[in-house]
Every structure is written in C-alpha cells, then in structure tokens.
C-alpha cells in the first residue's frame, strides 16, 4: 500500500467510528505524519485527493480558517468524474438518460406535496416563462435564451428530485447536473424547431409539477419519464 493511502485509511477510520465529523478538523500536518510515520508529503497527497472529493477543505496561514475542516460535498466528485467520463465518451449519452429517467421518476413518485422544494420549482418556472418572452422579444439580457433556459430546466429537475428528500439520489442528481446542461445544449442543434420544444417542455413542467403537489406520485413518474425521453428522442437520442 502506498503511504498516502495509509493515511486516506486512517482518516476513513476516524470518520466510520465518529470520531472525526462533519466540522471537525483533522491534527496539524506534521503530527498526522508522525502519528502514522508517514512523509509529509504523504499527508499532503492524501489531503488534496480528499479536497478534491470533496471530504475536506483546507485552509492555509492561522485563526479560525486554518487547518484542514472536514465537510461533506458529495456532488464535487462525482460531478467531476462524470464529466471527464462522459468526456472520454466511455459513458454514453443514452445510459445517462436512462440513469436520469429512473432516478427521477422513482423521485418524482416519492415526491412530498408540501415539500419547499416544489415553491422553487415553480419559481423556476415563472423565470423559463420569461426567458422565453425575452428570447421573442430579443432583449435576452445574460448568455443565449436557449443556455439560460437549459440552466434554469436542470435546477427544476433537481428542485423535484430533492423534494423526495433522498440525499444519496439528491447527491447523484447534482452530480449529473453539469453533464445534463452539456449534453442537452449540445443536442438543441438537432431540433428543428427549439421555440416548440421549448414551449411543450414549459408545458410538461407544469404538468409534472401539478401532478406531484396533488399527491398522484404516480402519474409524476410516468410524465417525468415521457418528459425526459421524449426530449432527446426529438433530438436524436435513441436508448
């Protein structure tokens, strides 16, 4: 084993058996090396493989910012890892849009009628609404009407997703967040007409969203479901 995992090995430990927590900070740099007599540079290495999975968070210099804090951002990771993945083409656009269906209709079923999250929903509705009046009008103000509304429809997406207050769905929905916006921006070139579908998607969301604060987790699924499938369809996805 190399010696930075001895470290990563230690610090799982600590976590597991509680006795490091979220908000908690792990000991000085050079006493973990001499604790586990390991190199600094050891310690080090397993620090920045832990920052970039988004278990701590290290602060330089002194006071209450300084030293490594652990935190817990789930979506850091394997956001990353998804992206550089769908990158290398080695995950499919397809496999991802069937992830994204069953997560999202199992969430959608599971949905909370009273959940907070749906008032964010449709909040971000009421914004598609005017991303769209303002796409027709010409007077978009940041970015292209089609980037902003794609933006505006993942957080939606994520919005209902959190409402079945599933964490572990809610982590893997975030990390797909940046994957969606990329793929789904780059399929727009394969509609033949984005002003419909961005009108019928409006719809849809409304539809979904109705469905859900009335209690018919049900009915949700299947339209988030036909929802989901049916965009990429139009644009050429088969899966």
């Not at 001895?6 to 799982?12: A, S």
């Not at 006493?31 to 701590?56: D, F, K, N, P, W």
Request: no cysteine.
């Amino acid at each position: 084993m190399r010696t930075h995992q001895l470290v990563l090995h230690w610090i799982e430990r600590q976590l597991s058996e509680g006795r490091l927590t979220v908000g908690g900070r792990l000991p000085a740099e050079r006493t973990l090396a001499e604790q586990l007599q390991v190199s600094r540079t050891s310690v080090r290495e397993a620090i920045r493989i832990l920052e970039a999975m988004g278990v701590v968070r290290a602060g330089v210099g002194s006071g209450p910012e300084a030293g490594t804090v652990v935190i817990s951002d789930p979506t850091a990771a394997l956001g990353s890892a998804l992206r550089l993945h769908v990158a290398t083409q080695h995950l499919p656009v397809s496999d991802i849009v069937e992830t994204r269906v069953l997560l999202e209709s199992w969430a959608a079923e599971r949905a909370k009628p009273d959940a907070p999250e749906l008032d964010t929903a449709a909040s971000l509705l009421d914004e598609m609404d005017a991303v769209g009046s303002a796409a027709r009008a010409g007077a978009a103000k940041t970015g292209s009407p089609v980037d902003d509304f794609l933006a505006l429809d993942v957080r939606f997406h994520l919005a209902l997703a959190d409402a079945a207050g599933n964490a572990v769905v809610s982590a893997m929905m975030g990390s797909l967040r940046e994957s969606i916006q990329g793929y789904a921006a780059e399929l727009t070139s394969n509609l033949p007409d984005w002003d419909a579908t961005a009108t019928r998607l409006r719809a849809e969301h409304r539809e979904i969203l109705a469905a859900i604060r009335n209690g018919d987790g049900e009915r949700g699924a299947k339209l988030v479901a036909a929802h989901i499938e049916g965009y990429y369809r139009e644009a050429g996805v088969q899966h």
